[in-house]
């Protein structure tokens, strides 16, 4: 890892642009002696105005967990110029799992469940290394390849932290995207680990029907709805041909409560996660 902030990044040649989010553009770009295709996470400093450290947060946590999980997006290389920061990822080509739901409309409940449990397991091994997330959505989660059997990918590391030991529930600054937040979030009582855990249940709602739980006319409602864990399994059409045991999990994952919600190592001992890719083929 390069890692100097003088460096200049004139190694790499960036090329289209691969998505966009909060504070970054994301572009192809090509290491220029060895050829290799990368994606390039470009932040514009300006539009940071003194949330920096947001930044260094996120070069910190992607140094910790990098090498270590393969379902994780890595960090090749990182440099800062006088206007823009640069972070250098492995290059997922298959594009974000949330462009796979809106292509497909849904996804089977065993391909669904193979795949939460491969992210789960990521999840796993991030709270393992005290650190959450808190940004999980279909959004930041990426397929290595464009094969249908593509490996998944948690990205975005942007707004998690790592935590100190003593602080590990208290961190209550609002953050992430409505749809996906735990209700502790807006009841300012905390958010550690659990968040990651209720937006993997919101996760696994949207893959198996095809939209999301708490989803209404306005942030309000939906914040109010989130508050009260107010959603069903609706309309009926739509959850026909889903398990209930599929149900029971995603039930569990959105309990209100953090301190009885499910941790990722209970949520991969769920029946639905644990027997992933057995009982479906008895009804299939
Ligand atoms: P933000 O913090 O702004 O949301 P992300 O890291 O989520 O930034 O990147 C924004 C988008 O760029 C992602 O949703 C994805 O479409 C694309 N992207 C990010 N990282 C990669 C990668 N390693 N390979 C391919 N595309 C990526
Ligand atoms: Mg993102």
Known sequence: MTGSTTTVPCQYRTGKTLGSGTYAIVKEAVHIKSGEYYACKV??????????????NEIN?????SKGHPNI????????????LYLVFDLCTGGELFDRICAKGNYYEADAAALVRTVMQAVRYLHDCGIVHRDLKPENLLFRTPAEEADIMIADFGLSRILEEEKLQLLTEICGTPGYMAPEIFKKTGHGKPVDVWAMGVVTY?????????????QDQEMQAIIAGDYK???????????????DFVTECLTIDPQN??????????????DSGKHWVESA
């Open 61 to 65: 946590v992607l140094k910790r967990v």
């Open 233 to 247: 399994f609706e309309p009926v059409e739509y959850w026909a041909n889903v398990s209930q045991t599929a149900k």
């Open 261 to 274: 919600r499910p941790t990722a190592e209970q949520c991969l001992q769920h029946r639905w996660l644990r």
């Open 73 to 84: 997006v890595t960090l090749k290389d990182y440099f800062e110029t006088a206007h823009n």
């Open 206 to 218: 949207f893959l198996l029907c095809g939209y999301t739980p708490f989803d209404r006319e306005n």
């Open 43 to 56: 932040i514009n400093k300006k539009l940071m105005q003194g949330r920096e450290y947001m930044i260094r």
